[in-house]
C-alpha cells in the first residue's frame, strides 16, 4: 500500500556503515534502519550468531520457557533500573503494552475508574491506534478519529504547563495512572530533555504513585553513549519501553519494568513472536558487542566529532541553520525557519552527495548512524553533508 514516501533507489547490500543500491552506488547510511541497526550491516558477530541461532531453534511459543529470552532479560535487568522484562515485536507495540500496564496500575495501585496517561506535545510514540493517541502531535492523527480515550498533553520539558494540567486532573481525587515521555523527543525534532523538569516530574509521580513511564524506542541501547537515555536525565523510571536499536536491524521490542510496577498477572498481555530464540539472540548479540567493543566510548568520541563538525557548518550558513542539538549518535541539525530550503531539501541533497539522512519534521535533519561508526566515516558524512548544503545554497 501507498503508506510511505520513498526515494526511488533499492538497497541491495550493507557492509558497516555503507549501503549500495541496486545501480551498485554507495551511500553512508546515517539512517540505519532510523537508529536501528546499532552494529551496522552485516555485522560478523550478528552474522555468527544468527546462523547457529537459525540451525538451532528459530521459533517457539511462550507456553515453554525460552533460553535466549532469559538470557536477554537477564542482561537487561542487570543493567538497568528494571526488575523485569515483558518481549514484543516493534516500538508501537512496547509502548501499547506500557499503556495497558499503566491502566492496570491506574485500577490496582490508584483505584481510578477511568485512568488518564499524560504525554508531551511533539512526542512520537508510535503507529498503533493507542500509541498514536499518546502522541502529541495532531498531523498523526487526522483523519483516523476518534483517538484512543485517556491521554492528555502538555509542553515538553515545561514544568508549569506539566504541574497545570497535573493539577487540573487530580483537582478532584487521583485521575492520572502514568507520565509517559521520551527522554529526548527523536521524531518530534530531536529535543532533549532537562534535568530540572524530568526530577521534578519524577518527585511529582512519586509522590503520588502515579507511574514515570520513559519511551526509549530511539534512545535506548547506548544511541545517547549511556545505555538508557533516563542517566542523561539522572533519574530512573518506573517502566521503561525498547525496540530499534535493541534488535540491531531485527524486530523486537521490549517493556522493562521496576518490582513495584510489575502488575502483569498470566493471561494480561502477549504476544506469538514476542521474545523468540532469533530475535533475543540478536539483542543478546547487541547487548554483547556493545559491551566488548566498548561501543559506548566510541559513542562519545564520535558524537563530540559530529557536533564540532555540524557546528562548522552551521557557522559556514548562518543564514541557513540555526544549531545543532542531540545526544550521543542522535543529533540534529537545526534549520532557520526562513531558510531557503527545508529538511527534506537538505535530506534529498544529501542523497545526491552519498549520505543517507533522515528528516525529524520540517526544520531537523537527523543523523543516527550506526554506534560502529568510525573517524573516518564523520569525517567523511560531514564532507558529505557540506556538499549537500553547498548545492542548496547555490
Ligand atoms: N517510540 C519512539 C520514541 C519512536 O521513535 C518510534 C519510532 O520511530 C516508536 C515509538 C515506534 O516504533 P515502531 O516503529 O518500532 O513501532
Given at each position: 500500500m501507498g503508506t510511505y514516501g520513498r526515494f526511488p533507489i533499492t538497497l541491495v547490500r550493507g557492509q558497516g556503515c555503507w549501503v549500495r543500491d541496486h545501480r551498485g552506488r554507495r551511500y553512508l547510511d546515517a539512517v540505519a534502519g532510523i537508529a536501528t541497526c546499532t552494529l551496522g550491516h552485516s555485522d560478523p558477530a550478528m552474522r555468527r550468531a544468527l546462523s547457529q541461532q537459525l540451525r538451532r531453534l528459530q521459533h517457539v511459543s511462550n507456553l515453554y520457557r525460552i533460553q535466549e529470552q532469559e538470557d536477554l532479560a537477564r542482561w537487561l535487568v542487570d543493567h538497568s533500573c528494571a526488575d523485569s522484562v515483558f518481549f514484543c515485536n516493534s516500538g508501537a507495540e512496547a509502548n501499547e503494552a506500557a499503556i495497558k500496564l499503566a491502566r492496570k496500575h491506574g485500577h490496582t495501585?490508584?483505584?481510578?475508574?477511568r485512568p488518564v496517561i499524560l504525554t508531551a506535545q511533539s512526542s512520537f510514540h508510535g503507529r498503533t491506534l493507542a500509541a498514536v493517541s499518546a502522541t502529541g502531535q495532531p498531523r498523526y492523527h487526522a483523519g483516523f478519529e476518534p483517538m484512543v480515550e485517556g491521554f492528555e498533553t502538555f509542553p515538553y520539558n515545561d514544568l508549569h504547563g506539566f504541574e497545570a494540567l497535573l493539577n487540573r486532573m487530580e483537582a478532584n481525587g487521583p485521575r492520572v495512572a502514568a507520565v509517559l515521555l521520551e527522554p529526548l523527543q527523536g521524531e518530534g525534532g530531536v529535543n532533549p530533555g532537562t534535568v530540572d523538569f524530568f526530577r521534578a516530574v519524577r518527585e511529582h509521580c512519586s509522590q503520588r504513585k502515579i507511574l514515570l513511564i520513559l519511551?526509549?524506542?530511539?534512545?535506548?541501547?547506548?544511541?545517547?553513549?549511556?545505555?538508557?537515555?533516563?542517566e542523561q536525565l539522572g533519574i530512573e523510571p518506573d517502566a521503561f519501553t525498547l525496540a530499534k536499536g535493541l534488535g540491531g536491524g531485527h524486530a523486537i521490542g521490549a517493556l522493562l519494568v521496576q518490582q513495584h510496577a510489575?502488575?502483569?498477572?498470566?493471561?494480561d498481555h502477549a504476544s506469538t513472536?514476542?521474545?523468540?530464540p532469533f530475535a533475543c539472540r540478536a539483542g543478546l548479540t547487541v547487548a554483547r558487542e556493545l559491551q566488548r567493543r566498548h561501543l559506548l566510548a566510541n559513542v562519545d568520541a564520535r558524537a563530540e566529532q559530529l557536533r564540532t563538525g555540524l557546528q562548522t557548518l552551521v557557522a559556514r550558513h548562518p543564514d541557513q541553520l540555526s544549531g545543532v542539538r542531540g545526544w550521543g549518535l542522535l543529533q540534529g541539525l537545526v534549520l532557520r525557519?526562513?531558510?531557503?530550503?527545508?529538511a527534506a531539501d537538505v535530506v534529498k541533497a544529501a542523497l545526491d552527495q552519498g549520505l543517507l539522512l533522515v528528516a525529524a519534521g520540517p526544520q531537523v535533519v537527523r543523523m543516527v548512524p550506526p554506534?560502529?561508526?568510525?573517524r573516518r566515516e564523520v569525517t567523511s558524512l560531514i564532507r558529505r553533508l557540506a556538499a549537500a548544503l553547498e548545492s542548496l545554497q547555490a
Open positions: 495501585v490508584r483505584g481510578i475508574d519511551d526509549e524506542v530511539q534512545t535506548g541501547m547506548g544511541r545517547t553513549g549511556c545505555l538508557w537515555g533516563y510489575d502488575h502483569f498477572q498470566p493471561g513472536f514476542g521474545g523468540n525557519e526562513e531558510g531557503s530550503f527545508q554506534l560502529v561508526i568510525n
